[in-house]
């Protein structure tokens, strides 16, 4: 099947591709009702009204904080559309840096109290971009104030894709057996969202950096197979194009780099000043163990 690439690329990069994405995106790329759950808890049991830095767009954390009381949101996202899709996505007032997170704002300093990511550091080079950010962001905190992150890594345990693939697609067609096709297209979007994961986790190497190449290989066996079995269905048809793309934002030049494993992790957060405070595995389903929090404070310097 040939695709009109012309027409892909002007829409890769805008507002309208960008809102496209999010609604064809679920959980567990999205955030979850477990992961607004921990955020907030970590953020009320510190602070009533806090300064909030959201490292990428994730709107459901920008609403997440507002709802919270807080006094400030700042939202610093790399891609100028992202930030303007924002403005669809997002009820309330929220401020915005268009910046790369490895680069320092001086208005930024000391500023914030939370610092807020969700699957951030997917699209950071591991370990070298890692450190540079954690160099930088540690800036950003009062003394006292907190970094909370959900990592997605790679689990102790072997993820090859092709099963993997095999396993979300029955369990979807059980799910979706007998649903209308309202519930069968929703479903279908949650298990194209675990199959991009998934197919993350298969191209990421022992050193925790994903092989661009596998990926690629990978989303493009995933995207025939799936086209044979679904093509016909409307939910499929809207979807193909953005199943080039691994993850919400990952189209342009913004690519997932790294999914290390934990015990990758926490070695590099701690060399980049983090004192870790809690570790908490969030989401067995459906892909177990590959999602968890960390929160912790910066060593004074």
Not at 93 to 102: K, L, M, Q, V, Y
Not at 108 to 134: E, K, M, N, Y
Request: overall charge negative.
């Amino acid at each position: 099947m040939v695709f009109n690439n012309e027409v892909k690329e002007k829409k890769m990069d805008s507002v309208e591709r960008t809102l496209d994405s999010w609604e064809l995106t679920t959980e567990p790329i999205r955030p979850g009702a477990p992961d607004l759950a921990y955020m907030t808890a970590q953020i009320k049991k510190r602070f009533a009204k806090p300064r909030v830095l959201i490292l990428g767009m994730t709107p459901e954390l920008v609403d997440m904080a507002l709802q919270l009381g807080a006094a400030r949101v700042v939202v610093m996202e790399l891609r100028a559309v992202g930030l303007a899709a924002y403005k669809e996505l997002v009820e309330g007032a929220f401020e915005s840096i268009n910046g790369d997170w490895r680069v320092y704002q001086r208005s930024c300093d000391q500023a914030f109290d939370v610092i807020l990511g969700h699957g951030s550091f997917i699209f950071l080079s591991f370990p070298s971009d890692w450190l540079a950010t954690l160099a930088v962001v540690r800036k950003y905190l009062v003394p006292g104030g907190i970094l909370s992150m959900r990592h997605f890594h790679v689990p102790p345990v072997e993820y090859p894709f092709p099963p993997n693939y095999k396993r979300l697609l029955e369990e979807f067609e059980a799910r979706a057996s007998g649903a209308d096709e309202t519930r069968r297209a929703q479903e279908f979007i949650t298990t194209v969202t675990s199959l991009r994961c998934s197919a993350i986790l298969g191209a990421t190497q022992p050193d925790g950096v994903v092989d661009q190449v596998e990926l690629d290989r990978l989303m493009a066996w995933a995207k025939q197979d799936l086209e044979q079995k679904y093509g016909h269905e409307k939910v499929w048809q809207r979807m193909r194009d953005e199943f080039d793309y691994p993850t919400a934002a990952g189209y342009g030049s913004v690519r997932p780099l790294a999914a290390p494993r934990l015990d990758q992790v926490i070695p590099v957060l701690e060399a980049g000043g983090l004192a870790i405070e809690d570790v908490t595995p969030i989401g067995d389903q459906p892909l177990p163990g590959c999602f968890v929090f960390v929160t912790g404070t910066f060593k004074a310097q």
